[in-house]
């Protein structure tokens, strides 16, 4: 296994935990993914949608403090955000999931 997810600018221990979930285990494999396949992969496993945290996850990747975000990158971004959320986010599935998972029904995926 390579280095902790929190090893990347701006990213922290949740994000750690909600990578791994997503079954992603490490900082190389979400630099290989790409901040938009790995955030749909986040969504997809349940992460609830948050623009900030995109963005976060994006300024990251590219070694940018979180706050460089700002005026038409900003605005770009939320587009590709709202796309991926559009795309990947099941927002009834995503509870149900949830539920089940918290109750040991369904093993966790990743």
């Known amino acids: 296994m390579g280095n902790p997810v929190s090893t990347i600018r701006n990213l922290g221990p949740a994000m750690d935990a909600a990578c791994a979930a997503a079954g992603i285990p490490d900082a190389e494999t979400l630099r290989t993914l790409g901040a938009d396949a790995a955030y749909a992969k986040l969504l997809q496993s349940g992460t609830r949608p948050h ?24 605005k770009a971004l939320r587009v590709r955000f709202d796309a991926i959320k559009a795309s990947s986010f099941d927002k009834g599935l995503s509870e149900f ?11 966790r995926r990743g």
């Open 51 to 74: 623009f900030i945290g995109y963005y976060v996850l994006v300024m990251g990747l590219q070694g940018r403090p979180w706050n460089d975000c700002k005026g038409e990158e900003k």
């Open 97 to 107: 999931e949830r539920t089940l998972n918290e109750i040991g029904v369904v093993a």
